[in-house]
């Protein structure tokens, strides 16, 4: 069969990978485009299996809503140059989007990615929320996002909420909420400090005391200083405009 050049697009359009690599796998298929779909397939999952080792530091997060659902992804690549490709960035939202339908992602589409980019491309995160008022933020280099839950106030001033999500990365919602393995560890780095000060040891469990609530106060999101207005917590701004921040999620590559 004669191998044509719409016959090469077509199948290049369908895969994403080179002409050459399309035009060998149809002359292999006899120019069946099912058949040399299937065979670049399988040698991109070979491929996939020599690719898995490498390190995936690079990736896109991408957050998509509907009314009071939200689904975020996190999908990790290889290099910066696929992070910030165009047709990568825009299959990220659209698995968003299939999540927030209620699809999951399957294992192939994920290796289908790979195979299109070259890369190891690992699926990271992916989840759905609920909430009374949503807000979603996703910085501009697509590698941190955040989703802000309130009960009252509007998308808004979820949306500023989430934004100061990922400026501070809170630990927690709420200071009693803070994990406790975090703490022991953060006083027991502040109490060597006391024990190599001149600081009378009498005084000690009053210092780290204090010490204690100023970490869960730093790292709680409610407590937290709001970044747009240091002379507000986020607690005092969700309040100044009828809403309680409820929960939230941080998410980064």
């Given at each position: 069969m004669n191998i044509t050049i719409d016959l090469i697009k077509q199948l290049r359009d369908q895969s994403g990978v080179s002409i050459s690599a399309c035009k060998k796998a149809l002359e292999e298929a006899a120019g069946d485009l099912d058949v040399a779909f299937d065979l670049l397939r399988k040698k991109g999952e070979a491929k996939a299996k020599e690719r898995s080792e490498r390190t995936t530091s690079e990736g896109v997060v991408s957050i998509v809503k509907d009314g009071s659902k939200a689904a975020a992804i996190t999908i990790a690549c290889e290099t910066d140059f696929v992070s910030k490709n165009e047709d990568f960035i825009n299959t990220v939202k659209d698995f968003a989007n299939q999540v927030l339908s209620g699809t999951e992602i399957a294992d192939a589409e994920i290796s289908d990615l790979g195979l299109k980019m070259g890369e190891n491309v690992v699926l990271k995160s992916s989840e759905t929320l609920d909430g009374n008022v949503l807000g979603t933020y996703v910085h501009s280099n697509n590698k941190l996002g955040a989703v802000a839950i309130l009960e009252g106030g509007n998308e808004e001033i979820a949306k500023q909420i989430?934004?100061?999500?990922?400026?501070?990365?809170?630990?927690?919602?709420?200071?009693?909420?803070?994990d406790q393995v975090y703490i022991d560890k953060e006083l027991a780095f502040a109490k060597e400090e006391l024990a190599s000060s001149n600081k009378p040891e009498s005084i000690w469990d009053k210092i780290l005391t204090g010490k204690e609530s100023k970490l869960r106060s730093d790292v709680a999101l409610n407590s937290q200083s709001f970044v747009m207005n240091p002379d507000q917590t986020i607690e005092e701004f969700a309040a100044a405009n009828n809403a309680k921040v409820t929960g939230f999620r941080l998410y980064k590559i």
């Open positions: 989430a934004m100061h999500v990922t400026a501070t990365s809170p630990k927690a919602l709420n200071k009693s909420d803070v």
